[in-house]
């Protein structure tokens, strides 16, 4: 752990899948001994009508992919928590299904950006599921009418992020979810706090965790930390100035 904080990572990640040598340097040597059951729920999958605004970070002007005179625009995705509440009621159906239909409990994260993840520890005969069989579970999960990103649960490879560490496109903790009523899209996913100055790359009204902001390029505007980090992540502008 010491060298992780001395070296802090933007994203930190653990594997699904269990080797007898993990250290070894290809996946044959290495030894399968199977993966947990990873589900993936994605808002912006589930929802339609999301606004999405795309426009060059260093002149402010509308554009889609390419800014002539500045190079890669940027697209910023407005996520509500409307939407996310239509991911978190498919992701404890989701949980539902695989406890009373297939007896397999298990366990919702907020995934730090855009959606859930659910999380089945598998010991014994579920962790040896191969890709096919894993496919005919999101095929049952799915005509339950539960919408799911299907190649993240039939990859047995696949690398999820570690709960409690913070997503690096949005400065969101990624956190366990216990129960539906409880999770809420606000400024509490965030671990910081205080207030920054943030300076905007675009004239902007956006709702941005269960804030409405409105930005104006170049002015310099007082937003609390959690919402400042998090559009300078999505690329909205900079924080100039934090106090706590
Ligand atoms: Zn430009």
């Known amino acids: 752990m010491t060298a992780l904080r001395e070296n802090v ?9 269990r080797y007898s040598l993990p250290g070894a340097k290809d996946m044959e040597e290495k030894g399968w001994l199977g993966s947990d059951l990873l589900f993936d729920v994605d808002a912006d999958h589930l929802c339609t009508g999301l606004r999405k605004f795309n426009f060059c970070p260093i002149c402010g002007v509308p554009v889609e992919g390419v800014c002539s005179h500045h190079g890669q625009a940027v697209e910023f995705l407005e996520i509500n928590e409307v939407c996310l509440k239509v991911a978190l009621n498919h992701t404890f159906r989701l949980i539902d299904v695989l406890k009373d239909d297939l007896g397999m409990p298990g366990r919702a994260y907020f995934s730090g950006n855009r959606g859930f993840h659910v999380h089945v520890e598998c010991k014994g005969e579920c962790g040896r599921l191969g890709s096919n069989e894993r496919r005919e579970v999101v095929s049952y999960i799915t005509s339950k009418g539960v919408v799911l990103d299907q190649q993240v649960t ?23 979810v216990k129960s539906e009523s409880e999770f809420t899209y606000d400024t509490q996913l965030s671990p910081f706090t205080g207030i920054t100055i943030f300076v905007p790359n675009v004239d902007i009204e956006v709702r941005v965790l269960d804030r409405d902001i409105k930005l104006r390029k170049g002015t310099p505007t007082k937003v609390e930390t959690a919402v400042g980090v998090h559009m300078s992540l999505k690329g909205l502008g900079r924080i100039v100035a934090h106090a706590k």
Do not use: F, N, Q
């Open 9 to 17: 990572p933007r994203h930190l990640y653990y594997s699904s899948a």
């Open 154 to 176: 039939i990859d047995v490879r696949r690398l999820t992020r570690i709960p409690g560490s913070l997503h690096g496109k949005s400065g969101l903790l990624v956190k366990e």
